[in-house]
């Protein structure tokens, strides 16, 4: 019985950000829809406790021999072979973020997701050492994998400038987690023990730098802005993003910042329904998650121009230039201003949000390897 492995790495890592999310979703979504006979599998490097990389209907996650930061090292060096075999296993191997092996094994597919270009185009919004290991790891996929799955033609297309792509892209978009735009029979005690204020600005995403929450908080602090505080759900990232500083060097009282940190999906799902509008600022995206979450909630959503928000949003929300803080009060306020444009921007939004699933991520991403195995035989 052939098996499909998927690298769960990113669940085990200290801030699983977006690409956790991703990795979880779509392996949970390939389990459910497996073709006839394929099993699916997780892996993940030595570690003392793997339950983070358990999904219900994966087997797994096996364990390779080594830890987490020799792993890594060694699939730099290429090497599938370090005193003990690293092959993960399996007749096809997925990665969902680019910590992938060096290339296949002879018989067994090997396709990479890259999810963004942001090494070659925002290089500051990495440290130098990930800036580095990202484009090395991004690179040699692009030369050495089967295939390549980016989430949005926005990255399909600006990929190319930056490596040679040996390997055939394929455009695949991301999903909804139904749990996240549901709202919870105890909404109203998970919101209490948040203490989330009665109407907000609500932002989510890894607190670091490109995600623009400096831009964020000089708009609600320009006069013209709408007087409301913002709830930021998210972990720290690197950078030392510190929003109460960012508030009051921008004039902007640091009690009207909410900082949430990781929240559970039954939390985000209340987070996301209290809020009265999403604001997605960020410099750069591959895909933007969190506006086609909200968008899918209802919420109304302003983003930058980032060309991979601006595709998934579809028109369904405001666009502001990056950097903007004025536009982006301008927008916001807009937007809470106007209970009719804003009915409108959460009918058109949830339309928008309706063309993505994970189970059609999932079925995608199994034609690439079906696709693969039969060129093969």
Same mark, same amino acid.
């Given at each position: 019985m052939p098996k499909l492995v998927v690298l769960l790495e990113q669940l085990l890592a200290p801030v699983p950000g977006g690409?956790?999310?991703?990795?979880?979703?779509?392996?949970?979504?390939?389990?459910?829809?497996?073709?006839?006979?394929?099993?699916?599998?997780?892996?993940?490097?030595?570690?003392?406790?793997?339950t983070a990389a358990v999904i219900p209907g994966v087997e797994g996650p096996h364990l390779l021999p080594l830890p987490r930061r020799a792993l890594v090292a060694a699939w730099d060096r290429r090497l599938l072979w370090w005193g003990v075999p690293l092959w993960p296993g399996g007749d096809a191997v997925h990665a969902p973020t680019p910590l992938a092996p060096p290339g296949p094994r002879r018989g067994c597919e090997l396709v990479v997701t890259v999810h963004d270009t942001v090494p070659w185009t925002h290089p500051e919004g990495l440290?130098?050492?990930?800036?580095?290991?990202?484009?090395?790891?991004?690179?040699?996929?692009a030369r050495r994998a089967d295939a390549l799955v980016v989430p949005t033609a926005a990255v399909a297309h600006d990929l190319p400038r930056h490596v040679p792509c040996q390997a055939r892209v394929h455009v695949v978009g991301e999903g909804v987690t139904?749990?996240?735009?549901?709202?919870?029979?105890?909404?109203?005690?998970?919101?209490?023990?948040?203490?989330?204020?009665?109407?907000?600005?609500?932002?989510?995403?890894?607190?670091?730098?490109?995600?623009?929450?400096?831009?964020?908080?000089?708009?609600?602090?320009?006069?013209? %802005? #709408?007087? +409301?505080?913002? @709830?930021?759900? !998210?972990?720290?990232?690197?950078? =030392?993003?510190?929003? $109460?500083a960012l508030a009051r060097r921008s004039g902007l009282d640091p009690a009207r910042v909410h900082m949430l940190g990781r929240v559970t999906d039954q939390e985000l799902a209340v987070v996301l329904h209290g809020a009265a509008v999403l604001a997605a600022p960020s410099l750069a995206e591959g895909f933007g998650l969190p506006v086609l979450e909200a968008m899918a909630a209802g919420v109304p959503v302003v983003h930058s121009? %980032? #060309?991979? +928000?601006?595709? @998934?949003?579809? !028109?369904?929300?405001?666009?502001? =230039?990056?950097?903007? $803080?004025?536009?982006?009060?301008?927008?916001?306020?807009?937007?809470?201003?106007?209970?009719?444009?804003?009915?409108?921007?959460?009918?058109?939004?949830?339309?928008?949000?309706?063309?993505?699933?994970?189970?059609?991520?999932?079925?995608?991403?199994?034609?690439?390897?079906?696709e693969l195995r039969r060129r093969r035989s």
């Amino acid at each position: 019985m052939p098996k499909l492995v998927v690298l769960l790495e990113q669940l085990l890592a200290p801030v699983p950000g977006g690409t956790g999310r991703y990795s979880r979703e779509l392996t949970a979504a390939l389990a459910a829809t497996a073709p006839a006979g394929w099993t699916v599998g997780g892996a993940v490097a030595r570690h003392a406790d793997p339950t983070a990389a358990v999904i219900p209907g994966v087997e797994g996650p096996h364990l390779l021999p080594l830890p987490r930061r020799a792993l890594v090292a060694a699939w730099d060096r290429r090497l599938l072979w370090w005193g003990v075999p690293l092959w993960p296993g399996g007749d096809a191997v997925h990665a969902p973020t680019p910590l992938a092996p060096p290339g296949p094994r002879r018989g067994c597919e090997l396709v990479v997701t890259v999810h963004d270009t942001v090494p070659w185009t925002h290089p500051e919004g990495l440290t130098r050492r990930g800036v580095g290991w990202h484009r090395r790891m991004v690179g040699r996929a692009a030369r050495r994998a089967d295939a390549l799955v980016v989430p949005t033609a926005a990255v399909a297309h600006d990929l190319p400038r930056h490596v040679p792509c040996q390997a055939r892209v394929h455009v695949v978009g991301e999903g909804v987690t139904a749990t996240v735009t549901r709202q919870p029979e105890q909404a109203a005690g998970i919101a209490a023990r948040l203490g989330l204020p009665p109407r907000y600005v609500l932002a989510v995403g890894t607190l670091e730098p490109r995600k623009g929450i400096e831009t964020l908080l000089a708009a609600l602090a320009v006069p013209h %802005a #709408p007087d +409301l505080p913002v @709830v930021l759900v !998210g972990q720290p990232g690197w950078g =030392r993003v510190n929003p $109460a500083a960012l508030a009051r060097r921008s004039g902007l009282d640091p009690a009207r910042v909410h900082m949430l940190g990781r929240v559970t999906d039954q939390e985000l799902a209340v987070v996301l329904h209290g809020a009265a509008v999403l604001a997605a600022p960020s410099l750069a995206e591959g895909f933007g998650l969190p506006v086609l979450e909200a968008m899918a909630a209802g919420v109304p959503v302003v983003h930058s121009d %980032a #060309p991979a +928000l601006v595709e @998934v949003a579809g !028109g369904a929300g405001v666009t502001v =230039r990056r950097g903007d $803080a004025d536009g982006l009060a301008a927008a916001l306020r807009v937007v809470l201003s106007d209970p009719g444009a804003a009915r409108a921007m959460s009918v058109a939004g949830r339309s928008r949000a309706k063309r993505f699933s994970w189970e059609r991520t999932a079925r995608r991403v199994w034609a690439v390897h079906l696709e693969l195995r039969r060129r093969r035989s």
